[in-house]
């Protein structure tokens, strides 16, 4: 080995091959204003509509009045879902974007470190953005989401993992089909929404549809902030249910990425990506 | 003769029903400079690729340093670069950012006196803090070389390194290439379709011609067996297949 350089194996010279995307990524947002206010914008968007919404309910509807704060709420962790999401996609279609798939699969970087620093920008991206409506939120409409208290960390931690299996997926997909199916990365978890009872409870779907909710971490999770806001109880076995379908999940993610790197190495679609 | 350090055994890839490289076999020595010459589509990029591990063969075998790139490709590739006009570096960040990215990715120790000495020998000094994408051709195709001497690799794999260049940007890289492998004994393996590139550069040559190895010796053998002056002859025999005939005229003559 090169005097110069450092261990390449072990778990440390892993992190540092990821600090060194994350880096990556870091200078792209540092560098560009639009696209840190691009980051809080939909989110805050998004707030401001339901939060008015939320006003107009309260004095309409005696669910509502029960709880104002749960449609916020489920605006809000709704966005850590997709934000998540997305944030893996797009940071992953940066790098295709830019052609520098060949640059950093021909360094000793590996896909599973790509995948790692493709979830570690998630969320610090998802953190700017929905952190920036949550903060919003509270001198708008006197709510504070973080009067959830402990039960909103572990929704966020479910909610942030399933988005990344979701993203994770879309980006093997990219990879595999190419940039023509970039689209997915937007459109791709809007198809869990309906399901998952952002807005309402799980029971108003038909009883089919309920059995599609149960295997969806987001369900679990929105019943289970549902409880804490309108019925001011945690529900443990919701939170657990939501975790155990998100160990499968990742797993699923990371699975999916890893196969569809190497079919990208089987067609040769690592070196001919870009715009 | 001294060692290989690439070994490429009946290397085959298909795309469907396409053939992109037909049983291909070569060595590369240590310490030498290797074109792999070929006109489009003769399957050097494919090659390079599969050398590289970016793409994988339908069949065969490639070792780089003794190690199977097929099994394990991450022992190797710390010690190896490469650079290509089909990749790109991120262009909304600085030269200064891509550098320090690519040297925290191997692991240089010392990232500051890397990129100083870098940007010594490949003077890009003035343009380290501009945004890679809005440098000139011969800007970029600079800081790319940059980017694959970070590591100071033992092997270093070009795709058309001069790939649009003018003629003196050209003549400068081909320059510093000739310097760099003088300095630290470095392996070159060189995708081209650039004649004077090859004559200049190369102790060997490999011909590639519709995925097949057609032909391979030095530049002073190939001209004198084809009994051509210039290697941009030997291209034009060997891509209008006047190879074949050589190959029969000289079987016949070990006949008789």
């Known amino acids: 080995m090169n005097e110069g350089m450092r261990q390449h194996t072990g778990f440390l010279p892993s992190l540092r091959r990821i600090y060194a995307l994350i880096l990556r990524h870091t200078y792209l947002l540092r560098s560009s204003g639009p696209r840190i206010l691009e980051l809080m914008y939909w989110p805050t968007v998004q707030m401001i509509l339901w939060g008015f919404i939320t006003l107009f309910l309260v004095n309409h509807s005696s669910w509502i009045a029960q709880a104002s704060g749960v449609l916020l709420s489920g605006v809000l962790l709704w966005d850590v879902l997709f934000r998540s999401q997305l944030g893996v996609s797009l940071v992953f279609m940066e790098e295709m974007w830019s052609r520098n798939l060949g640059h950093l699969f021909v360094s000793p970087l590996r896909p599973t470190e790509l995948a790692c620093a493709l979830l570690s920008m998630s969320l610090i991206r998802t953190l700017i953005g929905v952190g920036g409506a949550a903060l919003i939120a509270i001198p708008l409409f006197h709510f504070s989401v973080f009067s959830l208290g402990l039960p909103l960390l572990a929704f966020f931690v479910n909610l942030i993992i399933m988005g990344w299996s979701i993203g994770l997926l879309v980006s093997g997909i990219v990879l595999r089909y190419g940039l023509g199916a970039e689209s997915m990365a937007w459109i791709a978890i809007f198809a869990v929404q309906p399901v998952s009872g952002v807005y309402y409870p799980i029971d108003t779907l038909p009883d089919w549809l309920q059995y599609v909710a149960a295997i969806l971490p987001s369900s679990h999770v929105f019943e289970g902030m549902r409880a804490v806001v309108v019925d001011h109880t945690f529900r443990a076995d919701l939170l657990l249910k939501a975790a155990g379908l998100n160990v499968i999940y990742l797993a699923a993610g990371f699975f999916s990425f890893l196969a569809f790197f190497n079919i990208a190495r089987v067609r040769g679609q690592l070196l001919h990506v870009g715009e | ?256």
Do not use: W
């Open chain 2, 1 to 256: 003769m001294s060692s290989s350090v690439v070994s490429v055994s009946r290397l085959c890839k298909y795309f469907g029903q396409v053939m992109a490289v037909d049983d291909i076999s070569f060595e590369v020595a240590s310490h030498s400079t290797t074109a792999l010459l070929g006109g489009n589509g003769a399957g050097k990029t494919t090659t390079l690729s599969m050398l590289l591990g970016l793409l994988l063969p339908t069949s065969g075998s490639v070792s780089i340093f003794g190690v199977d790139m097929l099994r394990d490709r991450y022992r190797v590739l710390p010690r190896v670069n490469f650079s290509s006009p089909y990749v790109d570096l991120p262009r909304r960040l600085t030269v200064r950012e891509n550098l320090t990215i690519y040297a925290r990715l191997y692991g240089i120790i010392d990232i500051s006196a890397r990129i100083h000495a870098l940007t010594e020998e490949l003077q890009i000094g003035r343009f380290l803090g501009r945004p890679y994408g809005q440098l000139s051709a011969g800007e970029k195709t600079r800081v790319v070389l940059a980017k694959a001497l970070l590591n100071e690799p033992e092997l270093l794999l070009l795709d058309e390194p001069t790939a649009s260049l003018d003629p003196d940007t050209a003549d400068y890289v081909r320059g510093l290439l000739e310097s760099f492998r003088k300095r630290t004994g470095t392996t070159i393996l060189l995708a081209s379709h650039n004649m004077s590139e090859v004559e200049r550069l190369c102790d060997d040559v490999i011909m590639l011609r519709a995925g097949k190895l057609v032909d391979r010796d030095t530049p002073a053998q190939l001209l004198t067996r084809y009994g051509r002056r210039n290697m941009e002859e030997v291209f034009i025999d060997i891509a209008r297949e006047r190879h074949l005939e050589i190959s029969l005229d000289q079987k016949q003559s070990a006949d008789k």
